[in-house]
């Protein structure tokens, strides 16, 4: 996109000196031209991370900016101050990362062509992928999917209070296919308070959720509400939420966040917010709160709670490209938009922000269930490959780790095939992490499961006692924020039968 060219600036330079208006101080313009294309040769989208001598993110005026970034629909031509610049270029995690610097001479053109290599191709694979969490004004959606090839978008258009379609008509059709293997949702949305967020999928029109304060109505009486219909998709956004013991207690809802916002690309959101803190002791900044919402997700493994993971990026509110935080679902055949969510729903899938981990247990994919007489020995087998260096691969069995292993350099890997042995029922997943120290990089299969005939389900004392506990100091919290009695006394009910359903499946658990 051309501004104004080089030779209608220097035009009006001259002019600018000969009137007597120009001095010393000013500073002349160059045009930047800047072209990628793919390795079949094709002129692509692409997003930019331009700064300026100074290191200051340099914006562009009319193209979809965020942060430090933006994106270009092909060749850009850009009017910018005369200087010395840097660049990092990117189109998803599947593809290599450009970078570099370059000097733009004042009145001159500086021409950069790149050709971007693919690291890997999911879709052929039968992978494809999503962000559930998108607040990227509806018009730049498109462009933004295609950029970072996302196939599934739903974008969040209601908010609390905020809601693109007041005063206007609602769509007749929330659902708009953008070429092959590429769908937008318009009508996503999110009911967010004091005890948390939940993201909606799948609605024809917004939940109403307007709200006296922050505590009340209680989340939970949209949550009932809206999970009256059968289509809709709820997703707790993080798992480190104050209201989660409750929300999950309900049976309602489909998907966890596990890749979630407070994993940016280049920094952590290291508190919890409002939500439930960690032991910062235990699990320090920066990386330390990637890891809580690990152990919380793993917790509710091991309390019978089967969940699959999830992944949002928050583009638009936190730092994260589109897609940063993405999760992969395998499809059989033909990708659709309903077998998509169907495999989301069932666990086929592994979340990620850099690497891509495809792994299978005795040949079958995550979310499977294996029902066994006595006891198993399942054999794993998968590949990661990653353009960041993948520091360890690790087997995880019922929350705690029971294998670690230094990954090679290569930028793609066969895992070593290793053997699980279960004697009583549970559940595994494998997870990578990236030698990163700014942010919590990495990639976790949902989980698998074993369940041993004529054994209970596994449910862990351990794990429920801390969601029992959890549940005690979020009833105190509720006491102290809601000072309205009749407003506090049509909240604790709900809670109150939360917390009993924990302590009861405490005292019934048949595991540690």
Same mark, same amino acid.
């Given at each position: 996109m051309r501004l104004s060219p080089p030779g209608l600036v220097a035009f009006l330079m001259m002019i600018q000196l000969y009137l007597g208006l120009a001095t010393a101080e000013m500073v002349f313009a160059g045009t930047l031209e800047l072209t990628v294309k793919n390795?079949? $040769? /094709?002129?692509?989208?692409?997003?930019?991370? &331009?700064?300026?001598?100074?290191?200051? #993110?340099?914006?562009?005026?009319e193209l979809p900016y965020h942060f430090d970034h933006f994106c270009v629909p092909g060749e850009l031509n850009y009017d910018l101050t005369a200087g010395n610049y840097s660049f990092e270029i990117e189109k998803g995690p599947e593809y290599e990362q450009l970078s570099g610097e370059f000097s733009l001479p004042e009145n001159g053109i500086k021409k950069l062509a790149f050709t971007i290599k693919r690291l890997i191709?999911?879709?052929k694979r039968g992978w494809y992928s999503g962000d559930l969490h998108i607040h990227r004004p509806l018009e730049e959606a498109p462009l933004l999917l295609k950029t970072e090839?996302?196939?599934?978008?739903?974008?969040?258009?209601?908010?609390?209070?905020?809601n693109v379609w007041k005063g206007k008509e609602l769509p007749r059709e929330t659902l708009q296919s953008l070429g092959?293997?590429?769908?937008?949702?318009?009508?996503? $949305? /999110?009911?967010?308070?004091?005890?948390?967020? &939940?993201?909606?999928?799948?609605?024809? #029109?917004?939940?109403?959720?307007?709200?006296?304060?922050?505590?009340?109505?209680?989340s939970v009486q949209f949550l009932k509400r809206a999970a009256k219909h059968d289509q809709v998709h709820i997703d707790i956004e993080k798992p480190f939420w104050w209201d989660v013991p409750i929300w999950v207690m309900t049976d309602k809802?489909?998907?966890?966040?596990?890749?979630?916002?407070?994993?940016?690309?280049?920094?952590?959101?290291?508190?919890?917010?409002?939500?439930?803190?960690?032991?910062?002791?235990?699990?320090?900044?920066?990386?330390?709160?990637?890891?809580?919402?690990q152990e919380i997700y793993y917790h509710l493994l091991n309390s019978g709670i089967r969940i699959p993971p999830s992944a949002g990026s928050a583009s638009d509110v936190l730092p994260n490209p589109v897609g940063y935080n993405r999760?992969?679902?395998?499809?059989?055949?033909?990708?659709?938009?309903d077998k998509w969510w169907e495999g989301l729903r069932a666990g086929r899938s592994f979340v990620t922000n850099g690497p891509h981990l495809e792994v299978t247990a005795d040949g079958e994919l995550p979310g499977h269930v294996f029902q066994v007489e006595n006891e198993a020995i399942i054999k794993l087998a998968g590949t990661v490959t990653s353009r960041d260096e993948v520091d360890q691969i690790q087997w995880i069995r019922?929350?705690?780790?029971?294998?670690?292993?230094?990954?090679?350099?290569?930028?793609?890997?066969?895992?070593?095939?290793?053997?699980?042995?279960?004697?009583?029922?549970?559940?595994?997943?494998?997870?990578?992490?990236?030698?990163?120290?700014?942010?919590?990089?990495?990639?976790?299969?949902?989980?698998?499961?074993?369940?041993?005939?004529?054994?209970?389900?596994?449910?862990?004392k351990k794990s429920t006692l801390f969601f029992a506990d959890w549940l005690g100091r979020r009833l105190e919290r509720l006491k102290e924020h809601v000072k309205n009695n009749d407003q506090l006394q049509k909240i604790l009910p709900d809670f109150e039968k939360a917390r009993r359903f924990w302590i009861d499946r405490h005292q019934t658990a048949e595991f540690p």
């Open positions: 390795e079949e $040769g /094709e002129v692509v989208p692409f997003r930019i991370h &331009l700064k300026d001598a100074q290191g200051k #993110a340099v914006p562009h005026p191709n999911m879709n090839e996302l196939n599934i978008g739903p974008v969040i258009s209601w908010w609390n209070e905020r092959e293997n590429q769908w937008m949702d318009v009508m996503a $949305g /999110e009911d967010e308070r004091e005890g948390g967020a &939940l993201l909606y999928f799948h609605r024809d #029109a917004p939940l109403d959720i307007r709200s006296i304060n922050r505590e009340f109505p209680s809802i489909d998907t966890i966040g596990l890749a979630n916002n407070h994993m940016c690309r280049a920094s952590m959101y290291e508190t919890e917010a409002w939500g439930f803190p960690r032991d910062t002791q235990n699990l320090p900044s920066p990386l330390g709160n990637g890891y809580w919402t999760v992969y679902v395998h499809v059989e055949g033909e990708l659709t938009w019922n929350g705690e780790v029971i294998r670690s292993d230094k990954a090679g350099s290569d930028p793609s890997q066969s895992l070593p095939e290793v053997e699980i042995k279960f004697e009583q029922s549970g559940w595994f997943l494998v997870r990578v992490l990236v030698k990163n120290d700014r942010t919590f990089r990495f990639a976790s299969t949902a989980p698998f499961y074993v369940e041993v005939k004529n054994q209970p389900k596994y449910i862990s």
